[in-house]
């Protein structure tokens, strides 16, 4: 194989895919590093190579033009005049899970709000959370203050990415998705005003940041979030003989949408796994009722079941399982995902449980939806999947082992789309697939056209265009531009 010079400086890391050509100029840089209050990253840097990192390994040959560590708003806002001046793509980092990568970009500017990471709790209960806080610094504190922030369990997730997505969680049938406690949030948009946007400043550009995706509109740098009073929870697991599988899912999508909203579960369904846990907002006793019933309705006992009332922390803690995920290193992973929605129950489930088991590679999460959800209107914030059943992640490991990323979204296509019209064109934004078919109708549904029409608005330039954003891309609005 013949590797020109461009493709080895590129993988040997010895400069970004824009300095090759010398653009932007060596003085520019400098320029904007004595502009910013927090450090400035390029290539040859002490620390790029780490700060350059996100969470997933696949992605650690990107090779980024700098990373902006923004210490205030005015280093956004400088950030993102440098990239629109020189005709560089841009990319917020917060928590960097992004399944595509999307949280890095090659020859680009990087903008870090690790920084951005402030969590206070007003005597109101209202939370105000810099975009750059993790999901358990912002549980530790809030349970500290007596409160709770419904929201994922994985503790390095950040804020930002999960809410502007919507934001799933084992407590949302009772209350809601983490959008739905959005009150406020400022954000740097493309002409580098920050504005504080809520339902009565800029409403259509609030509307758009709950449920809307991350990255679209431009780099939020805080919230405020509504927050409910803490109390215990009653979680519980179940775990059937893999064969259950598809007794499980029949019976489960009978029994969930009829159990009262303080029921939450979360199905887990891979070749050798049949399992059921969640949360109870009730007596545990109650709750045994509950799970009693769906065991009667799946027809074959558990082979293990646990049930147990803890403090919401340790509840929101003991469902961030890190054995479960795939390609481990040093607390950072390999592995990637995909996901539709069950807008239906399956008409048969046997052959649903085929598909997603079929890879042994491949484990699918069923997070279970309804309630609180559903009662909020499809159009009445940019999350348009209020009225499914459930989410499904499908999720394959992507370290080398495994066959790499490559082979890893052959096998997640292959369930993907596997599952026939009845799951129709669906899929969760915060989930995103590059290879994702019709994937904005997937992601925005109902709404597609008015979030493409508030993009146009805030991000007339495409200075935030990426592969799957709503802003179109600047070669195509800058038509007469050389």
Known sequence: MTVDRRTFLRISGAVPVAGLAGW????????????????????????????????????????????VG???????????????????????????HSYPGYSTVDGGIVVDLSRFSGIEVRPDGRAAIGAGARLGPIATTLAAAGRVLPAGSCDTVGIAGLALGGGVGVLDRKYGLTCDHLEAARIVTADGRLRTVSATAEPDLFWALRGGGGGNFGIVTGFTFRTVAVADVATFQLYFPPAAGAD?????????????????????????????????????????????????????????????????????????????????????Y????????????????????????????????????????????????????????????????????????????????????????????????????PEMP????????????????????????????FPQGLSAPRSTVHKGES
């Open 24 to 67: 932007p100029p060596p003085d520019d840089w400098e320029r904007l590093r004595r502009r910013l209050s927090g450090p400035l990253f390029r290539p040859g840097d002490a620390g790029y190579p780490e700060v350059k990192q996100v969470f997933f390994t696949m992605y650690d040959d990107r090779m980024p033009a700098a990373v």
């Open 248 to 332: 499980l899912l029949a019976a489960w999508q009978e029994w969930q949408p009829a159990g009262p909203d303080e029921l939450w579960s979360g199905m887990g369904l891979a070749a050798n796994e049949a399992s059921l846990g969640g949360t109870f907002l009730g007596p545990e006793a109650r709750l045994k009722e509950l799970l009693d019933d769906l065991i009667r309705r799946v027809g074959t006992p558990p082979i293990d079941q646990r049930r147990q009332v803890m403090d919401h922390l340790s509840a929101m803690r003991s469902f961030d399982d890190h054995d479960s995920r795939p390609g481990a290193l040093e607390a950072r």
């Open 438 to 465: 019709d994937w904005a109708e997937a992601y925005y549904g109902v709404n597609l056209p008015r979030l493409r029409a508030v993009a146009r608005k805030y991000d007339p330039r495409g200075i935030f265009a």
């Open 70 to 96: 923004a210490a205030c708003v005015e280093d956004i806002q400088a950030a993102i005049a440098f990239a629109a001046r020189h005709r560089l793509p841009v990319a917020a980092r917060s928590g960097g």
């Open 334 to 433: 390999a592995y990637t995902g995909t996901s539709r929605m069950l807008t239906r129950p399956a008409a048969d489930p046997g052959a649903v449980v085929e598909v997603l088991t079929r890879d042994p590679g491949v484990r699918t999460i069923v997070d279970s939806a309804g309630g609180a959800i559903a009662r909020v209107g499809a159009r009445d914030t940019a999350f348009p999947h209020r009225k499914s059943l459930a989410s499904l992640q499908f999720l394959h490991g992507a370290a080398p082992e495994d066959g790499g990323e490559a082979a890893a979204r052959r096998s997640l296509a292959a369930v993907r789309d596997g599952l026939g019209p009845e799951f129709g064109t669906t899929g969760y934004v915060n989930y995103l697939d």
